[in-house]
């Protein structure tokens, strides 16, 4: 039986004028900056931009036949999905042990934690600037180190794993300190117990905090990966336009801005990136119904 | 109620600046630039003309790259400076769509003679219905530097003005050979065009765009032949995977590389570096085709270049716009110009003065090229379309990467041909 429609009172109107009110400036923001952006973007991918946006000529699919026939956009799909491979996995695991360690009463947990947090507080470019020179294969740190002789980012094998490592690096700090909230969730009973009953910290670890965080480790997942996916700032910065290793490593993003802000073709580069989002959207389809199964809520 | 009155108190002081401002009544000319090297000489210049207008006039530099999107950015709002820098790469667009101020008139009531400017600029800068938007700043060129300190170590004779590609490629092959590869005796990225290997393709009787703009012959046989001798140039100089990540520039300034060719908008950053007592200019090789052992008409070009000074079409102040640029472009402020060591001046002959003005490094190398025969800068309509194509993958980076291999570099002369033709058709 559905519920009698209530009245609302004055009072109740009274609030929920100024809770409107109080919303408004955050939905017009998101309208005006987010939201009608999104929809010109999917107009634009069907129209052949003219000069300075003006003239734009309707093509229909002609765009995404292009997008869909590019055997660069397919590559930088490929380079896109192995970033995201280096970024998620290792991203998470290195945090979650480090969040586990930090998480004990220990002298200097804060110290440390700020250190892991460093990176997140720095701005992406200047992150980039500074492996791109630890990597140089002239004067670079690494290679002066090691006394090596490698192109760490200019050899097409190891570029793409050299950028994912620097992905890796700014992240760990992020996933770190939200392993470290989903850690205090979980009650202190579990691990008294366990103890008693003599399991060892590693048997702990996996039988208690890993399926006990599971939660928290699918949210970090979830938006690490699109995160991942929608890399640009690390290409960007790091690899030169005449860098041989570029086609290898350049994200669908990259390309987007390739496109639409150096060529002026934002119709096609609109295409590029409405491919991305049906991509992401896909992914994220594949990872909700893997929710139900593989996370452990009590 | 402390807060309350702090504040009143704070809107208070920001209608007062507001007023002050108001009252004061004049305005400023915003004008911007790419090229923070400029700043210094171009405000000067631009201070003489406040002394006579009285409108102060405000130079920002914005980076080569982000001064793009941000014209691109300001033509679609309406918001561009009311006075900027225009490029042979896109000011055909700016002038079809009406985003410049037509200097016509001007030109017109103030009689002046647009002849006195190299050709090729005034060309760029007219467009097809025969309306000028932009009046000529400069001009440049490009030379060969090189590093004394490394051809000394090294025991190579210098450079000089008779060189062939030939000899310089001879030069370089000591030098990295000798250095066991420590030291590069030359280095050349795709990139590095204009001042590059485009002067080799036109050397060697090709042409990167045809005179109408609608075209290129680089991959015929003169432009093979062309980037045949850049290739064996690259053999002996630096490799791909080193000048993508340092940039030629860079490797040069570190000692790293005996020779390098530059145009002469970068002498200052040489002039100002470290090491730039061992810094020296001479005169890019020319192509010995006839093979008589001397340099005649047509073996020997360098590229030329030639900035404009436009005004946005929506200015509030057009008529002021116009006498900063004119007076810019005038025979006076472009003879300081080059005195200053700012550019050399987009009106030909007066540009002696510019071999002078960096005390201690002798630049005559740059004045000296305009007696070579000259091109301009190759352009079409969207010029950064097969710009950015040929120094990537699938154009020439395939056949820089691994230059001992002669096959790559004419393939990548077919694959530029193709490229160029499938971008102008695109236009």
Known sequence: MAKPRKKMTAAAKNEAKWAWCFILPTIIGLLVLNYWPAIDTVIQSFYKTGDFGMGNKWVGLANYEKVFGSAEIWQSLWNTVKYALIEVPFGVCIALVLAVFLNRKLKGTSFFRTIFFLPMVCAPAAVAMVWRWLYNQQFGLLNNIFHTNIAWISDPNIAWISIGVIGVWSVIGYNMVLFISGLQEIPGDYYEAAAIDGATGIKQFFKITVPLLSPTTFFIVQTRLIGALTVFDLMFMVMDKTNVALKKTQSLVYLFYDYAFTKGNQGYGAAVVMFLVIFIMIITFILQKLEKKLVFYN | MKRILSVVLALAMMMALVVTSANAADFTINVNIWDSNQQKGLQEIADDWTAISGIPVKIEVVDW???????????????????????????????????????????????????????????????????????????????????????????????????????????????????????????????????????????????????????????????????????????????????????????????????????????????????????????????????????????????????????????????????????????????????????????????????????????????????????????????????????????????????????????????????????????
């Open chain 2, 65 to 427: 790259n982000n001064y793009w999107t941000l014209l691109e950015a300001g033509a679609r709002g309406g918001e561009l400076p009311d006075v900027f820098w225009c490029h042979s790469n896109t000011v055909q667009m700016y002038m079809e769509n009406d985003l410049l101020l037509d200097l016509t008139p001007y030109v017109e009531k103030d009689g002046i003679d647009m002849s006195q400017y190299y050709e090729g600029i005034t060309e760029l800068y007219t467009r097809s219905d025969g309306k000028i938007f932009a009046l000529p700043k400069d001009h440049d060129t490009i030379a060969l530097l090189y590093n004394k300190a490394i051809f000394d170590k090294y025991e190579v004779a210098y450079p000089t003005d008779d060189w062939t590609w030939q000899d310089m490629y001879e030069a370089a092959k000591q030098i990295t050979e000798k250095s066991g590869g420590d030291v590069y005796g030359y280095a050349l990225n795709t990139s590095n065009n204009q001042d590059g290997w485009y002067n080799l393709v036109y050397d060697y009787g090709a042409q990167v765009i045809t005179e109408d703009h609608k075209g290129t012959t680089i991959g015929s046989d003169a432009g093979k032949a062309g980037m045949e001798m850049v290739r064996t140039l690259l053999t002996v100089g630096a490799p791909q995977t080193v000048v993508a990540e340092t940039g030629t520039d860079s490797l040069f300034q570190s000692n790293k590389v005996g020779m390098i060719t530059q145009g002469s908008w970068m002498i200052n950053s040489f002039y100002t570096a470290e090491s730039h007592a061992d810094y020296y200019w001479a005169s890019l090789p020319y192509a010995d085709l006839n093979g008589n052992g001397q340099c005649d008409d047509g073996e020997r070009w360098s590229c030329y270049n030639g900035l404009g000074w436009a005004a946005a079409y929506n200015t509030q102040h057009p008529d002021e716009c116009a006498s900063l640029i004119e007076y810019f472009c005038s025979e006076a402020a472009q003879k300081k110009q080059a005195e200053l060591g700012v550019t050399m001046a987009g009106i030909k002959g007066i540009s002696d003065e510019f071999a002078n003005a960096f005390p201690g490094m002798d630049v005559s190398a740059f004045t000296k090229a305009e007696s070579f025969n000259l091109y301009f800068r190759p352009y079409t309509r969207n010029t950064v379309v097969w710009e950015d194509a040929l120094q990537q993958q699938g154009g020439f980076l395939d056949a820089w990467q691994d230059p001992s291999n002669a096959e790559l570099m004419a393939t990548a002369c077919d694959n530029a041909q193709r490229i160029i033709e499938e971008a102008i058709a695109a236009e």
